[in-house]
């Protein structure tokens, strides 16, 4: 019994890993495999923005609003610009830019898959200036590139596959039903564990690809570090073992560490501007 149970997890494993698509992250090179397809992503990104967009409240600051804009077409601009040259002409059509200020105190912003970009007015007096929005807004771009929502889905999906599998197997095998639902219950939590390290894992490589999308765009990569000082001294550091991101130390370290990468494409500009805090 014990030799059908391992024959019946390698077919299973064996089955997961060869669905979907592989492909690699652009800047960092890291595989990734897919089982959802950029059309189920998209479509549901969409309806999710729209519905997010009926309740918001657009800023009412025309200065704020302007260079949340001009920051982020810079940054796409610099996206497709490398997709372009990069073989990766077919993933410009995925993207409908749109950058929006919308009146929310909070210290965020997020990008939605297919470009739909929120910055929250509670994010600019802690950026200070278009150089580290653009660090923010190459960060949440990032995640849209690199595909990270679709990774997590396809990551969710082959869990839940596997706790299932999991109990059809123990059952099959004449496990113990009490042994039967603990496994489970360590499956979840390990699941949870390491969807957490995964999901800390993007928002690193998102770091990463944002600081060189940034400088791709004119923008210099060394604000970073200031900023995300700012960030820590303004208490909004997470290092909680099942954060979703790094804490702002670690953050730091590495973005030095990828700082003489994105220099290599950093080309100054002479358009600095500052924010206007009046709301």
Not at 37 to 52: A, F, K, P
Not at 141 to 165: F, L, W
Request: charged content about 15%.
């Amino acid at each position: 019994m014990k030799k059908v149970k391992w024959i019946l997890l390698l077919a299973i494993a064996a089955i997961m890993a060869s669905c979907g698509t592989t492909s690699h992250v652009p800047i960092t090179g890291r595989k990734q495999n897919l089982i959802v397809s950029d059309e189920q992503v998209l479509s549901l990104s969409n309806q999710q923005y729209q519905e997010y967009m009926k309740s918001a409240k657009v800023s009412t600051n025309a200065t704020n609003t302007a260079m949340v804009k001009q920051v982020g077409q810079r940054l796409a601009n610099a996206v497709v610009r490398y997709l372009n040259a990069n073989g990766l002409g077919n993933e410009v059509s995925q993207y409908r830019w749109e950058f929006n200020l919308v009146q929310n105190n909070q210290v965020n912003a997020f990008c939605m898959p297919g470009g739909k970009i929120v910055v929250y007015e509670g994010l600019l007096p802690v950026t200070q200036d278009e150089a580290s929005l653009a660090i923010v807004l190459g960060h949440e771009i990032a995640h849209a590139v690199a595909k990270h929502s679709a990774e997590r889905i396809s990551n969710s999906y082959k869990q839940q596959y596997g706790m299932q599998i999991l109990g059809g197997i123990a059952q099959a095998a004449g496990v113990d039903s009490g042994l039967q639902q603990l496994g489970t219950q360590v499956l979840g939590v390990g699941a949870q564990a390491w969807s957490s390290g995964f999901s800390r894992s993007q928002e690193s490589e998102a770091d990463h690809i944002g600081l060189i999308f940034a400088a791709m765009a004119g923008y210099d990569p060394q604000v970073a570090l200031a900023f995300w000082q700012r960030m820590a001294s303004a208490g909004n550091s997470s290092s909680s073992i099942f954060s979703d991101h790094p804490s702002d130390a670690k953050r730091i370290k590495q973005i030095q560490g990828w700082l003489p990468e994105a220099l290599q494409y950093y080309k100054p500009t002479t358009t600095t501007s500052t924010t206007n805090k009046k709301k």
